[in-house]
Nanobody, 125 residues
Framework: EVQLVESGGGLVQAGGSLRLSCAAS????????IGWFRQAPGKEREGVSC????????YYADSVKGRFTISSDNAKNTVYLQMNSLKPEDTAIYYC??????????????????WGQGTQVTVSS
């Protein structure tokens, strides 16, 4: 019943912006952190950002800090990732996932589950 669905990816020029959405259902949204991850061809899946379910604490990977912003709309059970100043190296499939415990806050792939199908982000130079 737990389900996460990503949307909002697309093709954008370097320096442009995209806003990704992660729509959640099947669990008490406020109780769990939601993380954003990405996987580029030939690379390991890596954590991008994370937001806690209740108090709004956030985490950002150094590679995106200052460019990406994670936010949550609890009434809509949706987490967003606003991506600005995009670079070609941001090109990847972006996934959202739920923390395996209520305490999870660091976006390590092994600590998250219920993965969505992903949405492709392509940044051209």
């Amino acid at each position: 019943e737990v389900q996460l669905v990503e949307s909002g990816g697309g093709l954008v020029q370097a320096g442009g912006s995209l806003r990704l959405s992660c729509a959640a259902s099947g669990f008490t949204f406020d109780d769990y952190a939601i993380g954003w991850f990405r996987q580029a061809p030939g690379k390991e899946r890596e954590g991008v950002s994370c937001i806690s379910g209740g108090d709004g604490r956030t985490y950002y990977a150094d590679s995106v800090k200052g460019r990406f912003t994670i936010s949550s709309d609890n009434a809509k059970n949706t987490v967003y990732l606003q991506m600005n100043s995009l670079k070609p190296e941001d090109t990847a499939i972006y996934y959202c996932a739920r923390g395996l415990t209520r305490a999870t806050m660091i976006p390590l792939p092994k600590l998250f589950g219920s993965w969505g199908q992903g949405t492709q982000v392509t940044v051209s130079s």
